[in-house]
C-alpha cells in the first residue's frame, strides 16, 4: 500500500500487478502489471517502485504513463524506499540491500544483517531492519559507508518521519525508537505481540498488529492508545495519505 501523486497504489501479492485508486472516490482508475508476488513500494523521482518478492526484481512504474521498467534484483526483496535519487530494496533472502540509480538505471548491491526486512529514510541515510540479526544497518546515502546498530529482538518493519524510525520488534511485541541524528535506541514501546507496517499521521506513528488491531504511539510523548480493531485477519501494510489511513 502507497499513498502518492494523487492516488493510492495497492500491490497485489496473487494476481502480480498493482491497483491505482482515487483517494477521492474508492474507485479502481488502472491496473499495472508488474513481476511475481509485488509486495512493498515506494515513490520517487515521479515514479512508483515496486519490490517483486516472488520475481527477485523491482518494477518502476511512471506514475503518469504507467509505463514500466524492471530491474533484477537479490533473492526474495522484501521492502523498499526511495533516497538519494535512488530506489533502495532489503534482498530478505541473501542479507543484502540493493540500490537502483533512478537517473541511469545502475546497480549496486551492499551487505547488511541477516533477513533484511523493512527498510526506512532518514538523516542522510537508509535504514534496514535486520530481522535475523537483531540489528539495523545505516548505508549513508551520500558515501555508501554501512554501520551497524545493535537493537535486540526480530527488528522487521518500520515507519519514519523527520530524523524518528520506529521499527517493530515481533519478537517483544514493542516498536523501538530511534533517534537517526544520535544513532541509538530513544524508547521501547509495549504495543501488541507481533506489529507489522507502519506509516506516520497526524502527530503519532501507526502500526498495525497481527491480531487484527492498530496501535497509535505520540510522536513526542510514545504514548500508546488502542488497540482499535480492524476486523481483519493479519492486517499487514498501512499507508497515510490524503489525511487518513489505509
Excluded at 54 to 82: C, E, H, K, N, Q
Excluded at 193 to 215: I, K
Excluded at 221 to 240: C, E, H, I, M, Y
Aim: proline content about 5%.
Amino acid at each position: 500500500m502507497l499513498g502518492a501523486a494523487g492516488s493510492v497504489w495497492v500491490a497485489d501479492f496473487i494476481d502480480t500487478r498493482v491497483s491505482r485508486i482515487d483517494p477521492a472516490t474508492g474507485r479502481i482508475t488502472a491496473h499495472v502489471r508488474t513481476g511475481a508476488q509485488p509486495c512493498g513500494m515506494a515513490y520517487g523521482a515521479r515514479s512508483v517502485w515496486v519490490e517483486n518478492y516472488g520475481g527477485d526484481s523491482v518494477t518502476r512504474i511512471d506514475a503518469r504513463t504507467l509505463r514500466t521498467r524492471s530491474y533484477p534484483v537479490g533473492p526474495s526483496p522484501y521492502d523498499v524506499t526511495f533516497a538519494g535519487r535512488a530506489a533502495w530494496t532489503t534482498n530478505h533472502g541473501d542479507g543484502t540491500v540493493t540500490r537502483i540509480d533512478a537517473a541511469t538505471g545502475r546497480e549496486r548491491t551492499f551487505r547488511v544483517g541477516a533477513s533484511p526486512v523493512g527498510i526506512a529514510r532518514a538523516d542522510g541515510a537508509v535504514w534496514v531492519a535486520n530481522q535475523g540479526s537483531g540489528t539495523l544497518s545505516r548505508i549513508d546515502t551520500a558515501t555508501l559507508k554501512v554501520t551497524t546498530i545493535k537493537v535486540g529482538g526480530k527488528p522487521s518493519w518500520t515507519a519514519y518521519a523527520g530524523n524518528t524510525i520506529w521499527v517493530g520488534d515481533q519478537a517483544a511485541g514493542t516498536v523501538v525508537r530511534i533517534d537517526a541524528r544520535t544513532r541509538s535506541v530513544a524508547a521501547r514501546v509495549k504495543v501488541g505481540s507481533t506489529p507489522n507496517d507502519g506509516d506516520v499521521l497526524h502527530g503519532a506513528a501507526w502500526f498495525p498488529d497481527m491480531s487484527g488491531g492498530l496501535y497509535r504511539i505520540g510522536q513526542r510523548s510514545n504514548a500508546v492508545t488502542g488497540p482499535f480493531p480492524l476486523r481483519a485477519g493479519n492486517p499487514f501494510t498501512l499507508s497515510a495519505y490524503a489525511g487518513r489511513l489505509w
